[in-house]
């Protein structure tokens, strides 16, 4: 199986550390949670990039983009 690189950019990695903070804020460790469960997620898509079914060049779904910043700003 050959893994895909994934790249993150720096303004998305900015939204993440500022995610980690926000969370440990709220409750210690919640934070190294938020962290962990990410990198899971990030070397999950390494391996299975691509599986996903395409449809006019992009990947078929109902999720929309939107910056973590953004969705925190929301939850305050």
């Known amino acids: 199986?050959?893994?895909?690189?994934?790249?993150?950019?720096?303004?998305?990695?900015?939204?993440?550390?500022d995610s980690k903070?926000?969370?440990?804020?709220?409750?210690?460790g919640l934070g190294e949670y938020f962290w962990d469960s990410l990198l899971a997620d990030i070397e999950s898509l390494a391996i299975h990039a691509g599986v996903h079914v395409?449809?006019?060049g992009f990947v078929s779904n109902a999720f929309e983009?939107?910056?973590?910043?953004?969705?925190?700003r929301n939850c305050r």
Do not use: C, I, P, W
């Open 1 to 17: 199986m050959k893994l895909k690189d994934v790249v993150v950019l720096k303004e998305a990695v900015d939204d993440l550390n």
């Open 21 to 28: 903070a926000f969370y440990e804020q709220n409750e210690s």
């Open 54 to 56: 395409r449809e006019h």
């Open 65 to 72: 983009t939107v910056s973590l910043r953004g969705l925190l």
